[in-house]
């Protein structure tokens, strides 16, 4: 398994060019071929030690990641002293909703809605969205394919009373979708996760919507660093075959595992 599925890093400033010689490991046990260049002396051949970008596994192995090649991931979340303070204005969000200077890109609503008869036989679908519209002044909808899947199960849960959570589009002009539904009034329980994907690390905190407070707070190393220390070395990764694939699939996994922490933390 290549170490980064394993969220183990190994430096490769060069972006596996083989010319930066940061990638160094030892092969303790099993055989690679290739991986030797001038960047190693003659002892550090003798200790075992590979250039692990230009390595190609013969056997299986272990290898150790000597420090000089690991990121610390001990770093990330230390707290620092701030060195300016900052005011902040508390702002009233619902009077600024009411005057229409403010609108959540993420909102939970509530309905009751009318069961079906014979004479009021509107889909599932329509009727969320047409009451959205009626009760909620909500319009150009869009509903989600995984909420489609599960609309009928839910609106049946709690006798049609649903909350719907609904994803505001950046650009105006763009349509609303419907992201979930759940069964009863959930509006109080409102969650999110703010993501910074630096080129270094990759910031996380899960937000409560509802209080704006920030409930959990992660980092890590971008596991793109595997790929080039710098912006031009993962570009170049990016050009190689499946390279743009991989670099999207290590952040990724860098984002799931700090959701998975914030999730573990409560
Ligand atoms: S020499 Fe291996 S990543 Fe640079």
């Not at 980064?4 to 060069?14: F, P």
């Not at 509107?122 to 909808?141: G, M, N, Q, W, Y």
């Not at 990724?252 to 933390?265: T, V």
């Amino acid at each position: 398994m290549p170490p980064w599925k394993q969220a183990v890093h190994i430096n490769a400033s060069c972006g596996g060019e083989g010319v930066c010689g940061k990638c160094r490991v030892i092969i303790e046990h099993g055989s690679v071929e290739g991986g030797i260049t001038e960047k190693l002396s003659k002892e550090d051949i003798e200790k075992g030690y590979s250039q692990a970008c230009l390595a190609a596994v013969r056997s299986d192995l272990v290898v150790r990641i000597p420090v000089e090649s690991e990121v610390d991931i001990s770093v990330l979340n230390l707290q620092k002293t701030p060195r300016r303070k900052a005011k902040i204005w508390e702002m009233n969000l619902e009077e600024l909703k009411e005057k229409g200077l403010f609108m959540p890109p993420v909102e939970k609503k509530y309905l009751e809605l009318p069961e079906p008869t014979p004479q009021d036989n509107l889909p599932d679908v329509t009727r969320l969205i047409s009451f959205l519209k009626a009760k909620h002044d909500e319009h150009r909808l869009v509903v989600q394919l995984p909420v489609i899947r599960k609309i009928s199960d839910i609106l049946r849960t709690d006798d049609f009373r649903v909350t719907a959570t609904l994803a505001r589009p950046v650009h105006s002009g763009r349509k609303t979708h419907i992201i979930n539904i759940q069964p009863g009034d959930t509006t109080d329980r409102n969650y999110a996760i703010a993501v910074d994907i630096g080129t270094t690390t990759v910031y996380s905190q899960l937000i409560d919507l509802i209080t704006g407070d920030a409930l959990a707070s992660y980092g890590e190393y971008n596991g793109q660093i595997s790929y080039g220390e710098d912006i031009i070395s993962r570009i170049i990764f990016a050009d190689k075959p499946g390279g743009l694939e991989k670099l999207h699939e290590v952040v990724i996994a860098n984002i799931n595992q700090l959701i998975k922490k914030e999730q573990g933390s409560f």
